[in-house]
C-alpha cells in the first residue's frame, strides 16, 4: 500500500509473531504461521495484508474487508468474514501502531555534518546525529546521541536537546531546554520572546522576557506552533505530550504529561494544565486558569474559566458537555415552536 | 499606481484590446481606440486608468469615479459619471483580473541554479527552472519544467512536482505528488507526519503514517499552511482549490476541485469535502465528516454533522443558516422582553 | 532567577535608582541607598530582588513574598509584608518593564555579514547591521542602521526596512515598507500576494495584487504570522501595533496606531481599524468592516458588522458584551427552568 517511493516495507511478520509483540490473541491458532507482508486499511487490504478495526463507523467495512488479519476488540471479532483471521486486542489501534512500526522502522540518524551547517565551535553534539544543510548552532549548545537537526534550523545560544531528537527544518529553538525523543516538526517556533509589554498611552513597553521554555521527554510539537518562552517563570510542557500543528502556546503555560493538544489551540499565558488533558482543535483558553487533570476541552470551546479535573466543557464561554448540549437543544425547540406558532 | 519598486506594468492597451481580450462590451463603441495605460481602484483611478465595480458597497464611489474606463454589471452601468466608458461583462471582477494579468505578467522563471543549493544527483529537475539559495531536493525527487523553487526550501525524496509551479521560501514538503501550476506560499508545511498515535496510559505509541499528499493541477496553498500527510490512505486536494494563510488540513482530509478554503480553518482527519465547498475564515471542521458538493460552510462555522450538498451552515455546531439566524435573532428577543419586563 | 545560559544580568541598582528610572515613590525614603541585584516574580524573589503586582489574583502572594522591594499601585501598598519596600506607581507593570530593561539591556547588533548571505550589489544597508547565515537580500533592498537580520530571512526587491529593526529568523519580506524599530518574530510571512482572484465556474483565475505592504514604526509581528500585501491599496499597519503569533492579516486591511492583536486572530481583507483596537485570542473579523478607536473585541468573537468606536462585543456573531452575557445567562436560566419543571 505503502507509495514505495516514500516508504521501505520491512517484514514479512507471522501472525504469530504479530501477536506476540503486540499482545494480541489469534481468533484461530492454527494461523499462527500465516505471515503478512503489510499493513493496509480494511478498504484497501488483500489477504496478505494486516488491517485494524477501531472506529465503530467502519464496522460495515470490516465486515467485506478482504484483509488477511485484523487487530479488533474481543466483542467485535464475530462481524469478521471467513478467511479474515482475528488479532484481537482491548486497543486494536495499539496493536496496530506496533505492528505498522514493525513494518515500517524508522531510520537511525547517520553521524553526518552537512559542510554548510554552521556549528559553534563550544556546542557539544552527541554521537550520531545528522546535522543538515544551512542549520545553525549557537554557542554552549548541547544536544545529545543519534539527533536529527533538519536543514535551515536555527538554534540559538545555551539550548540543550536530549538524545534522539528529530527536529524539522526551518524550525527555531531558543531559550529552551528539550528533553529526549523530541520531535519538533517543521516551522515550529519555540522559545522567541512572548507577547509581554506594559500598556502605556504613550505607546507599549516591552517586558524582558526572562524565563525559559522546558519540554519533557518524548513530547511532539506541530508543525508552523509557536511556544514563546517565559516572562520570568518558564514556559513547561510536559512528558509525552502531543502537540498538533498551528497551536499556540503563550508565555509561562505550563502543560502536564501526556496531554493532546489538537491543530489551532490557543492557550493564554499563566494558563496550568494538569496531566492528561486533551483540547480539541481550535479551542482558546484565556489567560491565568487551572484545567484539572484529564479534562476534556471541545472544539472551538472557548474557556473563560477553570475546569475541574474530569470535566468536558464545550461552548464560548464553554460549559460542561451536558448543560451546553440541553441549551442548545432548548433553543433550537423554542425557534421550532415560535415558527409553528405563527 | 503600483509601486515602480516592486511592479513593472506593461502596455498601454486600447479599450478595444481589453474589451476583446475579457470577453466585455464597451458601453460607447466609439472609445475602442482610447487607450489606458494601468488597472486602479475606483477611488484612485484618473482618467488613463481602468477599475472596476464588484461590490455593491462600492456603487458610491463608482458614481464619483474619476476612472477612464470601469468593468462593471450592464446594469449598474447607468451609474457611471460622465468621461467614464463602461466595459460591461457579467463578472466584472473576473474581467478586471484578466486586464490586471495583461498589465502586470507574471516573470517566467530563468534558467538558473543557486551554487548553494543542494540537489541531490539522482534528481530530475526541467527545464527552464528557478532553484535559489539554500535550496535543498532530495533523492529522486522529480520537478517540472519553468518551476521556481524560492530560497531555503526543503523537498524531500521521492516527491514530483509538475510544470509551472512556484515553490515559495522556507517551504517544507515531503511525501508529496504536486500537478502543474502549484502556487505554494512561504511557510507552507506539506506532507509532514500526521497527528498520529494510539492512546495509552503508559504514553502515546506513533502510528506510522504510510499515505502521501496528493495535489492536483493549478492548487494555491496559503503562506505558513500545513497539510499532514496521509496515515494511510492519502490526503488529496482536488484541482483548482485555493487554499488561504494558516489553513490546518489534516491526515487523510479528501478536498474536491475548486474549493475555496479561507484563512485559519482546520479541517479534521479523514473528512472529505466535495467539489465547489467554501469554508469561511476560522471554521473547524469535525473527522470523518463529508461535506457535500457547493456546500458553503461559515466564517468560525463549527460542524461536527454531514452537511448536504449546497447546503449553507453558520454556528458551533452548525446549522443550516436561516435556522441559526432564526435562533441568533430569538434569544436576542427574549432577552430584550426580559429587560423590559423587569 | 534568568537562567544564566540564557540571560545577562546588568545592576546591581538601588532602589533609589529605580524608582527615579521609572517615576515611582518609595514607600520608605531611607531604603533609597538598599540595592537589588535583579527582578523576580513575587513568588521566586528574594531580599535582594525586585518583584511587581499588577494582578489583583495574586494579591495573597504578594502578602507573603520575600522579595526586597515590590513595584505596586499605592492603593494595594498596605499589603506588603515587613521587609519589602513599596515602589508605588499607578501602573506598577509599565515601571516592571522599565526596571527589567535596565537590569538586562538588549545587546546592540554587531557589525557582520556571514559569508553565506547572498545580497545583491545594489542594497544598501546601513552602519552597524548584522546580517546572519544564509540571509536572501534582495535588488534595490534598503535596510537602516543598527539592524538584525537573523539567519535564512529572504527580503525580496525593493523592501525598505527602517533603522533599529530586528528581523527574526526564517521570515519573509517582500513588496514591503516597514519603519524603524520592527520586531518580527521567526517564521512571519509580510507581503507575499493576497488571496485574491475571480470566481469563474471554469476555475478561479488569479487577480494579481498590486499593492504593499506598509508598517509604521516600532510595531511587533509575532511568529509564523502571516500579512498579505495589498491587492490594489496597501495593507497598513499603524506606529506601536502590537501584533502576537499566529495572526492572518489579509489583504488591504489598515491597522492604526498602538493596536494590540492577540494570537490566532484573523482579519478579512479590507477592513480597518482605528488606533487602539484590541482583539482577543482566536477573534475573526470579516471583510469589508471598520473597527472605530479604543474598540475591544473579546476573545473568540465573529464580527460581522461595523464595531462603534470604544465599544466592546463578544460572541459569534459578536454582540456588546453586556447583552451577549445578558442573553448567555438567560439561555441558561431559560434550560434550567425547563430541567426544574420536569
Known amino acids: 500500500m505503502a507509495d514505495k517511493r516514500f516508504f521501505k516495507v520491512a517484514g514479512p511478520f507471522t501472525l504469530g509473531q504479530l501477536a506476540e509483540m ?42 467485506h474487508t478482504k484483509a488477511g488479519a485484523v487487530f479488533v476488540k474481543p466483542e467485535l471479532a464475530s462481524g469478521a468474514p471467513s478467511g479474515t483471521v482475528c488479532l484481537t486486542h482491548k486497543n486494536p489501534y495499539k496493536a496496530y501502531a ?21 556549528i559553534d565551535s563550544s556546542a557539544i553534539i552527541g554521537k550520531d546525529c545528522t546535522i543538515e544543510h544551512g542549520v545553525v548552532i549557537g554557542r554552549d549548545v548541547k544536544i545529545g546521541n543519534r539527533c536529527r537537526i533538519q536543514a535551515h534550523t536555527v538554534i540559538r545560544d545555551g539550548v540543550e536537546i536530549g538524545d534522539d531528537a528529530d527536529i524539522g527544518p526551518n524550525v ?29 498611552p504613550a505607546g507599549y513597553i516591552a517586558v524582558p522576557q526572562l ?67 486533551m483540547t480539541g482543535g481550535q479551542a482558546g483558553l484565556a489567560g491565568h486558569l487551572h484545567i484539572g487533570q484529564g479534562a476534556k476541552i471541545g472544539a472551538q470551546a472557548g474557556i473563560m474559566r477553570d475546569v475541574p479535573a474530569g470535566e468536558e466543557v464545550l461552548g464560548s464561554p464553554a460549559l460542561p458537555i451536558k448543560q451546553f448540549m440541553r441549551q442548545f437543544a432548548l433553543l433550537g425547540q423554542l425557534a421550532a415552536k415560535k415558527g409553528n406558532d405563527k
Open 172 to 200: 527555531y529553538i531558543g531559550h529552551s531546554i528539550i528533553g529526549s525523543k523530541a520531535r519538533i516538526h517543521p516551522g515550529a517556533v519555540i522559545g522567541r520572546q512572548g507577547f509581554g509589554f506594559a500598556l502605556d
Open 211 to 277: 524565563g525559559r521554555v522546558i519540554i519533557g521527554d518524548d513530547v511532539e510539537v506541530g508543525a508552523n506552533t509557536t511556544v514563546d518562552r517565559g516572562a520570568g517563570p518558564d514556559t513547561e510542557i510536559g512528558q509525552g505530550t502531543r502537540i498538533d500543528n498551528l497551536v499556540q502556546i503563550a508565555h509561562n503555560v505550563k502543560i502536564g504529561k501526556y496531554c493532546v493538544i489538537v491543530a489551532q489551540t490557543g492557550i493564554s499565558g499563566s494558563t496550568h494544565l494538569a496531566d492528561y488533558v
Open 98 to 118: 506496533i505492528a505498522a512500526q514493525a513494518f515500517y522502522p524508522v531510520e537511525a540518524p547517520r553521524d553526518s555534518r552537512a559542510p554548510t551547517a554552521v
Open 22 to 63: 503486540t499482545g494480541s490473541v489469534l481468533s484461530d491458532p492454527a494461523a499462527a504461521s500465516k505471515s503478512v507482508v503489510d499493513v493496509a486499511t480494511l478498504q484497501e487490504a488483500s489477504s496478505e495484508k494486516i488491517g485494524f478495526l477501531d472506529n465503530r463507523k467502519y464496522a460495515d467495512v470490516f465486515r
